[in-house]
């Protein structure tokens, strides 16, 4: 079966600096992968996604995440965090991108 | 153009009641899918329907959690003698239908079973 983890409930970053949001999964094939963004009171808005190809893809907000098929991770960078970036952040899986399976989310909080 | 919408946007209800959940997806997407989403938690899959019919129900519970999209665009959530557990936000989202395509997700309904 499917899963994801992101090993960080919440992650604390000051504004300005680098961040790294961890994801492994485990699924048998090569997956597609997605990065989505939650903000309070918002819906779950797609950063990025990667099918085939490049590994590393690039995203909106100037988010990226490189697939590693040898550590089954699909860790979300960010080079300069801003403090609109505060939020919850979740990693996802899926055979053919349908029926998605979830990790259970980091909490970003950026500190000024 | 409008995104996906759900209503109630709240929903408060005793515990046996039934209560229904609708989701408006976007225009012209064949693809209408429901999450449930537990404090603290990620999503969770409850079912995805390919135009009128439910391509894949798996996630649902139990036989308390039906849902229905009879013409293909907008579709409800049903669920019978509502529990405590049942508790959460259902989250609708609606894709274009191809494989891989972007799920675009609603506000969601948050359910309070009391």
């Known amino acids: 079966a499917q899963s994801v983890t992101q090993p960080d409930i919440h992650i604390t970053v000051s504004e300005g600096a680098s961040l790294e949001l961890r994801c492994n999964y485990s699924y048998g094939a090569t997956p597609y992968l997605f990065w989505y963004v939650q903000s309070p009171g918002q819906g779950l808005q797609l950063l990025l996604k990667?099918?085939?190809?490049?590994?590393l893809v690039q995203g909106i907000k100037g988010f990226e995440a490189e697939f590693k098929r040898s550590q089954s991770s699909f860790n979300l960078r960010k080079p300069s965090v801003h403090w609109s970036d505060a939020a919850e952040y979740f990693c996802a899986v899926g055979e053919y991108g349908n029926k998605l399976v979830f990790g259970a989310g980091t909490i970003l909080r950026v500190k000024s | 153009g409008a995104g996906v919408s759900q209503t109630p946007s709240n929903k408060v209800t005793e515990k046996g009641k039934y209560v229904e959940l609708r989701c408006d997806p976007i225009s012209g997407h064949t693809a209408l899918y429901w999450y449930r989403q537990s404090l603290g938690q990620g999503p969770e899959f409850l079912i995805y329907f390919q135009g009128t019919g439910a391509a894949d129900d798996s996630g649902l519970p139990n036989d308390r959690f039906f849902a229905v999209r009879p013409e293909g665009s907008v579709s409800t959530l049903k669920i019978q003698r509502t529990e405590r557990g049942d508790s959460a936000v259902y989250l609708c989202?609606?894709?274009?239908?191809?494989?891989?395509?972007?799920?675009?997700f609603g506000p969601g309904t948050r359910l309070t079973v009391t």
């Open positions: 990667y099918f085939s190809g490049d590994t």
């Open positions: 989202a609606s894709s274009l239908g191809l494989a891989g395509d972007e799920q675009y």
